[in-house]
């Protein structure tokens, strides 16, 4: 087999691309995956190797041939200048964070991002002397009338995780460039594989590999990766806060990666099925996905993604909510619980009101995220009728 090199690599479709990054078989016996690598300690050849580091591997937390196969896999599909591999999403977005910010620095934050982003930026970054603010995902371009003198950096998440706004990227990017701040997006729904996030203007890519890079709902991971401008300092921020991932998630982060072509393709092709038939649904006011004509974000994301996943979330007619307790308690494929990317489906009642400062969340009735998974469509839409038919039951009464 002919060794490609990384601009080869990058030439190449990206299903071939899925197949082929970070595989040295020539270094590994032959054997198509790289080995998984347990260990703490590396022992060099001569003092002189270990006191200049003259090795590839100095140290397992700095790395191992395990985690450089991912880190190359993963680059290629970001096409920045380097990844680090952390050991969830939420310490991704920390590390990215934390790269770039200083005591006295302005963090800028979309309303649109989950709790526990708000969290470590509301106790850990404010803390430490960095003053957080909100702002309307919708904004785009007038995102420059929030900037101060101090902002250092914008995270963006686009859509939201949970009300699916999509925000307007480039145009963000280039306001915020043209102040030297930089631009972070959470881009774990799209993945680098729907959304080429430093193409399109961004400065660090994060991604929970929890998610579908796992594709198994069995690996607590994330990458960050950063263009040539922030790769340095991400890198440094990595390695001083003591940062690792065991080589078991590593493996498996890189073995789902494989097959994340043909995993994020089925997943699109069934939650667009089942949003268009939830549209149609008496029950339901609104269907919170990006990919459907009906959407107000649906232009931005033909524009700016390549493709759609499997979350999406509905707003439901008013209804009280022992209604959507006995829709959600004796659903067969869909599993209440948190996260989502897996092979199986899920859903979650929720209600952003409570966390949003700078905007409003105000939906007509009860919301509901939904994790298309991989099993039939015909099943899940007759799971989801059934628990249709509870919830009219149940709301009569």
């Known amino acids: 087999m002919h060794k490609l090199s990384p601009e080869d690599i990058a030439r190449l479709h990206d299903g071939t691309r899925l197949a082929v990054a970070g595989r040295h078989a020539d270094e590994a016996f032959g054997f198509v995956n790289p080995p998984v690598y347990h260990g703490s300690t590396v022992l060099h050849p001569t003092t002189r190797d270990l006191v200049e580091h003259t090795n590839r591997y100095a140290y397992g937390r ?12 993963v680059g290629a599909l970001e096409g920045g200048a380097g990844v680090v591999l952390c050991p969830s999403g939420l310490s991704a977005v920390s590390t990215a964070l934390l790269s770039c910010l200083k005591a006295g620095d302005h963090l800028l934050v979309t309303d649109s991002a989950y709790d526990p982003i708000r969290t470590f930026c509301d106790s850990v970054l404010t803390r430490f002397g960095v003053e957080v603010s909100y702002y309307d995902p919708l904004i785009g371009a007038d995102i420059a009338r929030l900037f101060r003198p101090e902002t250092r950096a914008v995270l963006t998440e686009s859509p939201g995780s949970l009300t699916f706004e999509v925000q307007d990227i480039p145009a963000i990017a280039k306001a915020a460039h043209a102040r030297d701040i930089v631009v972070l997006l959470d881009n774990t729904w799209a993945t680098p594989l729907f959304f080429p996030a430093h193409a399109r203007g961004v400065d660090i890519s994060i991604w929970s590999g929890t998610k579908y890079l796992s594709g198994h709902s069995d690996v607590m991971f994330g990458t960050v990766s950063a263009n040539a401008r922030h790769w340095r300092a991400l890198i440094k921020t990595h390695g001083d806060t003591g940062l690792t991932v065991g080589p078991d998630d590593v493996y498996l982060a890189l073995r789902g990666l494989r097959t994340l072509g043909v995993r994020l393709a089925a997943h699109q092709q069934s939650a667009l099925e089942i949003a268009r038939w939830l549209e149609t649904r008496p029950e339901v006011s609104r269907v919170l996905y990006p990919a459907l004509e009906s959407d107000p974000g649906h232009a931005l994301w033909k524009r700016d993604f390549l493709g759609a996943t499997g979350l999406f979330s509905i707003v439901l007619k008013p209804v009280p909510f022992k209604a959507v307790e006995a829709f959600l308690d004796h659903l067969s494929f869909f599993g209440l619980g948190y996260s989502w990317g ?56």
């Open 62 to 73: 700095r790395g191992s041939p395990t985690m450089t196969a991912l880190r190359e896999a």
């Open 342 to 397: 897996g092979f199986e489906s899920l859903a979650i009642p929720f209600d952003a009101a409570p966390y949003r400062t700078a905007t409003k969340w105000e939906p007509e009735g009860p919301t509901i995220r939904l994790q298309i998974g991989l099993e039939d469509v015909r099943d899940l839409r007759s799971d989801l009728e059934k628990g249709f038919e509870r919830l009219n039951a149940a709301a009569a009464v």
